[in-house]
Nanobody, 119 residues
Framework: QVQLVESGGGLVQAGGSLRLSCTAS????????MGWFRQAPGKEREFVVD????????SYAESVKGRFSILRDKAKNAVYLQMNSLKPEGTAVYYC????????????WGQGSQVTVSS
C-alpha cells in the first residue's frame, strides 16, 4: 500500500505560479507512474499530467501544456507540479496519484490540495 501526502496549493492571482508537492511512503518502490489530477467544482475529475518513475517520460493534458511541469525526485519518492501562468479555470482540488506495478490504473490517491486562481 502506498500513501501519498500532498502539500502546497492556496490562492493566487491569474498569471501567477504555484507549486504542489507529493511524497510517497509505505511501498514507494512498487510505484511505476505518478501523476496529478484535478477536479473543479461541479465537474468530473480530469487528468493533468503523469511521469514514469523509471524513464521519466511525461504526458500532459493539452490544457496545461507549456504552463505546467511535473518534476520528480527519486531519492525522496516525490513529485512536484509546477504551475505557471495560472488561469481562473485552473481553480480546482488537485490530487496526486500513483499507479503501482500490480495495477492497470492509478490506485493510490493523495488527500487533495485546493488551488484557487482569482481573476
Amino acid at each position: 500500500q502506498v500513501q501519498l501526502v500532498e502539500s502546497g496549493g492556496g490562492l493566487v492571482q491569474a498569471g501567477g505560479s504555484l507549486r504542489l508537492s507529493c511524497t510517497a511512503s509505505g511501498s514507494p518502490f512498487s510505484v511505476i507512474v505518478m501523476g496529478w489530477f484535478r477536479q473543479a467544482p461541479g465537474k468530473e475529475r480530469e487528468f493533468v499530467v503523469d511521469i514514469s518513475r523509471f524513464s521519466g517520460s511525461t504526458s500532459y493534458a493539452e490544457s496545461v501544456k507549456g504552463r505546467f511541469s511535473i518534476l520528480r525526485d527519486k531519492a525522496k519518492n516525490a513529485v512536484y507540479l509546477q504551475m505557471n501562468s495560472l488561469k481562473p479555470e485552473g481553480t480546482a482540488v488537485y490530487y496526486c496519484a500513483a499507479r503501482s506495478v500490480s495495477s492497470r490504473d492509478f490506485d493510490s490517491w493523495g488527500q487533495g490540495s485546493q488551488v484557487t486562481v482569482s481573476s
